[in-house]
């Protein structure tokens, strides 16, 4: 992956700045690594747990031997010491597939005043996670979420793969109204087996409905890091004036006296957080919210310590 930089596919547009500039810092970072929490299916032998067994060498545990067993897989000399007879089991180990979902609805391209879109925060931590996993020898698939599954590229852990995840984050441009829980519904269809699934988004959707949509994926083994973004603007009304507040996702305007409105506003958007920081949290589901003013590359460190993806 040294050479990442200067690798590019045969007629591809390049990347942004942005995405191009960290990508080259994460890829002089050789510490950084995604590791899954609970045992995954994979395709192809790799480092990760899995839940199958199978004639791997790695020890696992012992089992009373049952007629039927093959007896191979008896341990004799534990035979001599306990006069009983046990069977060896091993873990089979598999390679691991990350599932990235990147919110792509309107609302992701609020930028503050002059700094990152959430989108484009978004995108370099995306492409960066999917850097890391491809270059530990593992698999990454991408989805775009806006009122539904917008584009999506299924698992890949070549160079040329990562080209692809990467190009087509630079080329969407987020629209349409925020319905993530329907999105998040539709990439069940992506998500075959168990897997590590982030998802990129400023989480501004309903907690109820999130925790619906979010419910089957986590019931079928993956684990589950919601990564919130949000801009410093959308945590803190101070020192704003009387103005007008326009959705971008509805076009619809309020006109109001920020001073009048701050303290509530910053009330409401606190209990939003912390709801959905108790909810991941009660469900085995890792939670971080991070600021579009916050370094990239911390952030994703903090990402990858989370529970599902361990560092």
Do not use: N
């Amino acid at each position: 992956m040294a050479a990442f930089l200067e690798t590019r596919t045969k007629g591809a547009p390049e990347p942004g700045d942005e995405v191009r500039s960290f990508l080259g810092t994460i890829d002089q970072m050789h510490d950084l690594h995604v590791i899954a929490r609970a045992l995954v299916d994979g395709l192809r032998q790799g480092r990760h747990a899995t839940p199958q067994r199978g004639g791997s060498t790695e020890f696992f545990d012992y089992r009373m031997y049952v007629s039927g067993d093959d007896v191979r897989r008896v341990d004799w000399k534990l035979y001599g010491r306990s006069d009983r007879l046990y069977v060896r089991r091993h873990r089979r180990f598999a390679d691991l597939t990350v599932q990235l979902i990147v919110d792509c609805s309107a609302s992701m391209a609020f930028a503050g005043r002059g700094g990152l879109s959430k989108y484009r925060y978004a995108s370099m931590l995306a492409a960066a996670l999917a850097m890391v996993t491809v270059r530990q020898g593992d698999r990454a698939g991408l989805a775009l979420a806006g009122e539904r599954i917008v584009s999506a590229l299924p698992p890949g852990g070549t160079l040329e793969h990562l080209h692809r995840v990467i190009h087509l984050l630079e080329e969407t441009h987020p629209q349409g109204e925020t319905r993530l829980p329907d999105g998040l519904l539709a990439a069940q269809q992506l998500i075959p087996r168990r897997r590590v699934v982030t998802i990129f988004s400023d989480l501004l959707v309903e907690p109820g409905e999130l925790r619906r949509s979010l419910h089957p994926i986590a019931h079928q083994g993956c684990d589950v890091v919601a990564v919130q973004i949000l801009t410093p603007e959308e945590l803190s009304l101070r020192g704003l004036g009387a103005g007008q507040f326009v959705d971008e996702e509805t076009g619809l305007a309020v006109r109001s006296h920020a001073p009048t409105v701050q303290r509530d506003y910053e009330r409401v958007m606190r209990e939003h957080i912390e709801t959905l920081r108790r909810d991941f949290i009660a469900r085995g589901m890792g939670f971080h919210s991070a600021m579009t003013s916050d370094p990239p590359v911390e952030t994703l460190r903090r990402v990858l310590r989370l529970g599902g993806l361990g560092g």
